[in-house]
């Protein structure tokens, strides 16, 4: 008699297909080889291509405007050569020119004469004062003709300046301050924020963070607004010429890009948002029983993007949610946004490590919700596994999750492919 | 050639190596997708996604442990990937809840390869694959519940659950000469 422990590999079923599993070996037909082949090399062919194509987008941009180059060159060379290539003039014009020359030589002569020290100090004085007026007067019209710039001017007085004589350092001011400002000032967001989709959607415990799509100057949304400078002892922009005010300082130095370079970066995600780069787009999960579910992931700014779920059945929209990745420039972090209940709850998930085939983002604010949640790359599309560390969910958060997961105790999982 | 040799082509993008390492394992795993799969085209899916992702993660076998195992891994990973694409795995009964019983039971040893596949075929696709895991390709059920997302205890149940159904299907193929009955 024997008696079977179901638990070991021990028992006569065990041993039944242990020993005999040889058997199942078999050559499988040549055209699968054939599939490997095809795939290997197709996976290949874009490396390469990509390989070739990215790090000389920019020389093979160049070269198609190589000719138009030319052509513009050549056309310049002959309009200035015109007075000398018609006769008769030439000689007047080159004799105009010498004495033109001669003037400057005259001129210059003389300043070159040695100046006292006085001398050399009032012209400098002089020269500084002049530049100051001049960098204010373009500043005064840059701001006159911008608009939006008419509420920073009321603000902060700049139609009251008066040039500090004292002052030794040149005004220096940017449109598009540096990421990293320690003293960037955040406004504060508005209670509740139309949500880029139309529908009122509340901060909650979102006061810290700006939702930066929605900050508004003059009744009118940008997705980068200016940093405003928050110091209320604020006299003139020439005491704002410290060396630490600097970087603070608003600007119209006018920032000029061609239109290419502006697509290009108007379409990219910066910093830490770089490894999102892959999921913008439309994904769906075709194996989803009870209806199809897509997600489609857009830029919003070079800092944040969002994602609409939906589940879809029988041409009805049954489900809907929507996640939110960005980067928090105060705290310096990326965050996931995700509701988690059908209340649409949000949590803030962190970014805690990524790879090349794994991100994860985690919270520890609520024990009783899901403290994980994980995108996961593979070579179909990519998973989103969010898993629980202590207890099961709670039969709500199943029924949420489940709408368009698989749903276990401890763990949700849906599997996207692209659309 | 030699295996070192193969490992070393294939890292260099050799095709000639990549179908020699191909012709020398594709027997064996394609024994393994058998198992785990229902039908003969899903096993194929998976052998050429397995052997595609061999070929294009080769450089991260360390070199420890067997090659062949190193495969065999990329393969049931894959076989599981491509179940999970059409099966959830659920939690099942908690395992005292299993009724116990002990079987005289005396089996032939022998089974063709059709009778295997017959009997895994009839088997649910949860219990199957925690067969073949436990069973066939040794993992523990902590292993296995970390790889189906699923806890210790399901693991368990469905192992007991997947031999207690094969012994019946072995009962009734006829397999089995059946000595006695008795109860724990």
């Known amino acids: 008699m024997k008696n079977i422990d179901d638990m070991s590999r021990e028992d006569d079923i065990s041993q039944l297909f242990i020993k005999n599993q040889h058997k199942l070996e078999e050559m499988p037909p040549s055209a699968i080889w054939e599939r490997i082949e095809s795939k290997l090399n197709d996976s290949a062919k874009p490396m390469a291509e990509l390989e070739t194509i990215r790090p000389s987008s920019n020389w093979q941009k160049i070269k198609k405007l190589i000719p138009y180059l030319a052509a513009a060159s050549v056309l310049l060379l002959l309009i200035v050569s015109i007075p000398y290539l018609i006769p008769g003039k030439k000689d007047s014009s080159i004799a105009e020119k010498l004495v033109a020359v001669e ?4 001129s210059d002569s003389e300043e070159t004469m040695p100046m006292s020290e006085a001398e050399k100090n009032n012209a400098f004085e002089t020269k500084d004062r002049i530049q100051q007026e001049k960098i204010l007067e373009t500043a005064k019209n840059a701001l006159s003709e911008n608009k939006r710039s008419r509420k920073v001017r009321e603000d902060y007085n700049l139609d009251r300046i008066e040039i500090n004589e004292s002052s030794e350092d040149l005004i220096v001011l940017s449109i598009e301050p540096a990421i990293d400002e320690d003293k960037s000032f955040i406004a504060k967001p508005k209670a509740e924020n139309n949500d880029l989709f139309g529908s009122v959607q509340s901060t909650g415990n979102m006061t810290n963070i700006v939702n930066r799509s929605e900050y508004q100057l003059d009744g009118r949304s940008y997705a980068n607004p200016p940093t405003v400078i928050q110091n209320d002892n604020l006299e003139t922009i020439a005491k704002l010429n410290s060396t630490a005010s600097k970087q603070q300082a608003y600007s119209t130095k006018p920032v000029m890009k061609n239109k290419a370079q502006k697509r290009d970066n108007a379409q990219r995600l910066e910093g830490k948002m770089q490894i999102f780069e892959w999921i913008l787009g439309r994904w769906i999960d075709h194996e989803e029983e009870g209806g199809k579910s897509t997600e489609n992931w857009r830029r919003i700014n070079a800092y944040s993007i969002e994602c609409l779920g939906t589940k879809i059945k029988d041409n009805n929209k049954i489900f809907e949610e929507r ?5 928090d420039q105060k705290l ?9 209940d059908d209340y649409k709850k949000a949590l803030l998930y962190m970014l805690v490590s990524y790879d090349t085939e794994n991100i994860v983002f985690e919270q520890r604010e609520d024990l009783t919700m899901p403290d994980k949640v994980i995108f996961q790359r593979s070579i179909n599309g990519f998973s989103t596994i969010i898993t629980k560390g202590r207890d099961n969910l709670k039969p709500a958060q199943q029924s949420y999750f489940e709408q368009r997961n698989r749903v276990s105790n401890t763990k949700i999982l849906r599997l996207l492919s692209p659309n | 050639m030699s295996e070192q040799e193969l490992i070393q082509g294939c890292l260099n993008g050799e095709r000639r190596a990549q179908k020699a390492l191909y012709e020398k394992f594709a027997a064996k795993m394609f024994g393994v997708c058998r198992r785990y799969v229902k039908s003969v085209e899903n096993a194929e899916e998976v052998m050429v996604e397995a052997f595609c992702k061999v070929f294009q993660k080769i450089e991260l076998y ?32 908690d395992i005292t809840e299993i009724p116990v019983q002990s079987v005289d039971v005396t089996i032939e040893d022998e089974l063709a390869a059709n009778e295997i596949l017959n009997l895994m075929d009839q088997l649910p696709t949860g219990y199957r694959t925690v067969f073949n895991l436990y069973v066939l390709d040794g993992l523990k059920h902590k292993e296995i519940a970390e790889l189906l997302e699923i806890s210790i205890n399901t693991s368990k149940s469905q192992l007991i659950l ?7 299907l072995v009962e009734q193929a006829g397999i089995v000469r059946t000595g006695g009955f008795e109860t724990s």
């Open chain 1, 103 to 106: 003037d400057v030589i005259i």
């Open chain 1, 323 to 327: 996640l939110t990745i960005y980067f």
């Open chain 1, 332 to 340: 310096n972090q990326v965050f996931l946004k995700m509701p988690v």
């Open chain 2, 62 to 93: 360390s070199g420890q442990g067997s090659f062949e195992g190193w495969i065999r891994k990329v393969v049931v990973n894959e076989a599981l990937m491509f179940i999970r694409k059409n099966y959830r795995f659920n939690e099942h009964l």
């Open chain 2, 162 to 168: 997947a031999k207690k159904r094969l012994r019946d």
